[in-house]
């Protein structure tokens, strides 16, 4: 094996102190030959180079002066330790002794402990392990059971990446749900131009145009879509204050019920026009304002006499993209609470498949600070939706502004580069394992890597995200040609 160095000063069981006979990189894996286990894997956490030239002997050699310098490489390595017959990763119980080699590791070694397969039956192929040629895939069924987060600055890929793991969710035939708020996601149906890239991760390009569909509320702007429209005979009082934007429910609903009924009676086939009008002829302040915002809601065009229908919406195995682009904020709110709402339900009831719901823009619609009318469900969802087989997944360039009970529930987390100390410390305080020098390695990931926790590993990894197979959709506008 390849010699890189030797432990030297106090040794502790989860870590030491690394002196290098030769340069290597922050986040190597190293190997350490245990007394009982035999190789045990460790993790270079930190790097430093040490020297004994002060300032007057610095100063020296700025005026031309030779002087000798003496210098040492000094890392601070994690260990993160072996495995007994495929069993659980263990950390020795005995420290290593100082002045012991510290080896580079062999990826047979790496694979073993970290837990990475060729080709596992039910993972999502997300890219190569840093600097490896081992595959990482994401356990899709833990994705289901703890959820999961797309944490990256704008510019950082998190789009790009989310591409990727639909892809995956659509070759093993997962249904999704995705809330697109700009329209990203249609070029999932197009097969990618082959790049040079591609080869060493063995991707092919591939479209999925018969397995993705896409909806909106706005079709003139969207023209690929289909209308997507709620049903005016199928929402409860409720719910209507839900698009009503009406959150008072105590003050609001007894009016508004018998309203409803009053209409119903004349006209079983009310239309929201009928209710307006109804709401017009009758006295009082809180009539008043269901008046204006039944206005509201008929500007909004998302209830119709007969709405989409959820079969249409939810299909097995497919992609039903919510394409917003265009979309008012607030009607943006209003479209995911309804949708979450249903999903929720249906699935507790057993109406739709096992299916994956995607946020993209998350934290406007489960913020930390504020309120909108989707948070709620969105909590639920997150703390109760793997009971019921709807998983959850949040996309965000701002960590730091979504709600911490909903990023909490979020175990498995793919984290790409990130440099807003605020977002820096909401990701450090959800991530169990994350070291200091983990921390410090997000704000300087290249675009395309990105750390990887959860998804069936017990320890973060470092993960070159893979080619896409389908095109992106995501690229930035360009104002001046190249």
């Known amino acids: 094996m390849d010699e890189v160095g030797r432990i030297f000063g106090d040794v502790g069981l989860g870590a030491f102190q690394l002196s290098l006979s030769r340069p290597i990189e922050r986040g190597d894996y190293l190997a350490v030959e245990d007394e009982l286990h035999g190789l045990v894997l460790c993790q270079l956490d930190s790097l430093n180079r040490k020297s004994d030239l002060d300032m007057e002997r610095a100063d020296a050699l700025v005026h031309g002066a030779e002087t000798p310098i003496h210098e040492n490489l000094i890392g601070v390595v994690q260990v993160i330790g072996y495995r007994e017959n495929g069993g659980p990763v263990k950390v020795p119980t005995i420290p290593f002794r100082p002045g012991a080699k510290v080896f580079r590791a062999e990826e047979g070694l790496i694979a073993e402990v970290l837990g990475l397969k060729k080709h596992a039956d039910s993972g999502a192929y997300v890219g190569l392990l840093r600097g490896h040629s081992l595959r990482v895939e994401l356990d899709i069924n833990a994705l289901f059971q703890r959820h999961m987060s797309v944490l990256a600055k704008t510019g950082g890929g998190k789009s790009y990446l989310l591409g990727v793991i639909i892809e995956e969710l659509l070759r093993h035939k997962v249904t999704c749900v995705i809330i697109d708020p700009h329209g990203e996601y249609g070029s999932l149906r197009f097969a990618n131009d082959k790049n040079g890239h591609a080869e060493r991760f063995h991707v092919q390009p591939q479209g999925f145009a018969s397995k993705v569909l896409e909806f909106s509320p706005d079709t003139t702007l969207n023209t690929g879509a289909r209308p997507l429209t709620f049903s005016l005979r199928h929402v409860d009082p409720r719910d209507l204050l839900v698009f009503m934007g009406l959150t008072n429910v105590k003050n609001f609903m007894g009016p508004l019920r018998k309203l409803l009924e009053e209409v119903q009676a004349a006209n079983p086939d009310y239309t929201i026009k009928d209710l307006i009008r109804a709401a017009e002829r009758s006295e009082g302040g809180v009539l008043e304002t269901i008046h204006e915002r039944l206005e509201y809601v008929d500007q909004t065009r998302l209830l119709a006499p007969q709405g989409t ?174």
């Open 309 to 482: 229908s959820l079969s249409e919406l939810v299909q097995e195995g497919k992609a039903s993209l919510v394409n917003l682009r265009g979309i008012a904020p607030d009607v943006q709110e209003l479209v995911v609470a309804r949708i979450a709402t249903t999903l929720f339900e249906s699935r507790k009831k057993n109406k739709i498949p096992p299916l994956f719901l995607v946020i993209e823009e998350a934290h406007n619609f489960a913020p930390q600070q504020g309120t909108a009318s989707c948070s709620r469900i969105l909590k639920n969802i997150a703390s109760e939706g793997r009971k019921f087989g709807l998983g959850l997944c949040v996309v965000t360039q701002r960590a730091a502004r979504i709600d911490k009970s909903v990023l909490s529930q979020c175990n498995t987390q793919l984290i790409l580069q990130v440099t807003n100390p605020l977002d820096l410390k909401a990701i450090a305080q959800s991530i169990e394992g994350l070291t200091p020098g983990m921390t410090e390695m997000i704000q300087g990931l290249p675009v395309g890597t990105a750390l990887v926790t959860g998804g069936g590993y017990q320890t973060p990894l470092f993960c070159e995200v893979r080619p896409r197979a389908t095109r992106h959709g995501g690229e930035s506008v360009r104002v001046v040609p190249n």
